[in-house]
Every structure is written in C-alpha cells, then in structure tokens.
C-alpha cells in the first residue's frame, strides 16, 4: 500500500454509555477509494466527523495527513473536502454563486476561483445552470452541485457521506460516473454508504461496519470470495411453508440463510442447485439465481440485512 493520508489505531467514541465507535483500525491510502460500509447506527458518519475534525474521539490515536486533527483541525480542514449527508447549499444563491462564495471562504483569489468555477460546472454538467437558483435544481443535480462544491480548494481528500441517498437511479448513475473521474484523477475518496451496489461500484477498498466495530476489511471482491460463494440462488415457497420446508434444503446446501420472505441458498452454480430442489418435488413459488454482493457478506457477518 502507499503512503497512508489517514491512520486510525483503536478509534474510540462514546455518548456517555452509548459506544459509537469501538476501537477500530484503518488506513487509507493516497488516491484510494475507502468505504465505509454499513447499516444506519453502525458509526460511519460518526467516523467521518472525527476524521473531518468537527468531533473529538473518546479514545485511540487517529492521523489525518501526518497530524491529529484535535490539535490540527483547522490545518486539517483545509486540506479535505465534504460532502455532507444533506445538502447545505445556499438557495438564494445561484448556482455559479454558490461555488464562487465557497471558494472566497477559503481565501482563494478571485482570478483562481473564477477559472476553477467554469471548471467545476462543466465537472458537474451543470454549465447551462450556472444562473440559476438553487432551489430550481433536482435532487441530483444538487447533489453534483454539492460535490463541485467541495472540490473547489482542490483538497487532497474528498469524503463523501451517503452521496446519493434520495436519489433515483439515473440520478445515482450520473453521480457514480463523475466520482469515477475523480477516481481516474488521483483524488482520495471516503465514503459512507449503506447500498452495497454503490461500495462494490466505487470503492477500491472498504470496511465492514456494525454497532461500532469493524467486521471485515478488504476489497469488494475479496470480501464476497470470503465470506460468500460465487452465486445466491433466492427461493420462495410462501411465508407459512418457508420454514417448513428448510431442514429439507439445509440437506442440499451447507449454507443457508432464512429471512422472513425468502430463503437465501449460497452456493457456485444456482441452476444445478435448483434442479435438486425439483427432484426433491419442491417447487418454489418464485426463484432467482444472482451472483454474490456485500449484502451477502453483510447477512453473512451479521445475520440481519443491510436495510431492515
């Protein structure tokens, strides 16, 4: 790995009683995308803050650019870029407005600022919006507004929490393809998110997180190979029979896990799987075979979903 930007070594926070963040270790390299992956309550945002040096930690060491962002907040500060959960754009402003402002907050010069605005419309395909309001925008397009918001110190890294909750799927996919381009560009990313897709579609590298502690660390893929197998094959019998009929299909695949609706099946070829289940005269309602995703690997770490 290269040199880290980011070092957390038993990275603690508590509210009172309440365990937030509990102990947990991580690195993030240069240029990296880093995850954090995880249901609402896990402590994501919460390590976002601390890293970000708007929360202090109850314990641990953490680095951010080779200093302690309590001692070093405003330094530290001034070299990341945020994406807040929620967009904290100002809507009496333009859309050009609001980039320019940003910009002047941070002692930018006018010149560079106005060269670096022109920049990041075209970066969030929002150059024929530069006039107007805020409040006329979609969702997403504030979103991206946000994003070019937070680029426009260049800072050295950008994190994002939860980036396109509330988003529809274009929108979703738009924003994927411009934090893509920033990967292409060498900007080290953070972010939080709780829809596996996203994780398995950005991040180079991620964490596992529930009720405060990291679970497993490792690229997507390695991730899935350990903890899951190559395919899921999803059955249906129907709420009162699934029960009835797992001791039969716990004799056909080791590892199975049941939830309310349906039955999960982990195994490396669905269809051949499925044929057993015929020969045996069960016949599900609805069946589906998938590849394996983080939500296998959550389930599988956790026993619960990532969205309950």
């Known amino acids: 790995m290269s040199k880290s930007l980011i070092s957390a070594r038993g990275l603690t926070k508590k509210y009172g009683d309440f ?10 390299a240069k240029g990296e995308s880093f995850g954090l992956l995880g249901p609402n309550g896990a402590g994501k945002s919460t390590t976002m803050r601390i890293i970000a040096a708007t929360s202090q930690r109850s314990g641990g060491t953490i680095k951010v650019l080779g200093r302690d962002p309590e001692e070093h ?5 001034a070299h990341l870029g945020v994406v807040p959960q929620q ?23 006018k010149k560079f600022v106005r060269e670096k605005v022109n920049e990041l419309l075209a970066f969030a395909q929002l150059e024929e919006k530069r006039d107007v309001k805020v409040d006329a925008l979609s969702g997403g397009m504030k979103r991206r507004l946000t994003i070019a918001r937070a680029l426009i110190s260049e800072p050295d890294i950008l ?18 393809d411009r934090l893509f381009r920033l990967k292409e560009d060498g900007v080290t990313l953070i972010i939080t998110t709780h829809f596996m897709d996203e994780a398995e579609q950005l991040c180079d590298r991620l964490v596992v997180m529930d009720k405060g502690k990291i679970m497993a660390e490792g690229s997507p893929a390695q ?86």
């Open 19 to 28: 365990v937030a963040v509990d102990g947990i270790d991580f690195e993030v």
């Open 73 to 77: 907040g405003p330094q530290v500060r």
């Open 87 to 109: 967009d904290n754009l100002d809507s009496e402003l333009t859309v050009a407005e609001n980039l320019f402002v940003y910009g002047r907050y941070f002692g930018l010069s």
């Open 159 to 176: 994190m994002l929490d939860e980036p396109t909750t509330g988003l529809d799927p274009q929108a979703r996919h738009i924003l994927w």
């Open 223 to 308: 991730l899935i190979k350990k903890y899951s197998t190559k395919e899921v094959l999803e059955v249906r019998f129907g709420s009162d029979k699934n029960r009835e009929v797992a001791p039969i299909l716990h004799k056909l695949c080791k590892k199975i896990e049941e939830l309310p609706d349906r039955i999960l099946m982990y195994v490396d070829d669905g269809e051949a799987l499925l044929e057993k289940i015929a020969a045996k005269k069960l016949h599900p309602t609805t069946s589906l075979v998938r590849r394996s995703s983080l939500e296998d690997v959550f389930l599988r770490l956790t026993g619960r979903s990532l969205i309950e």
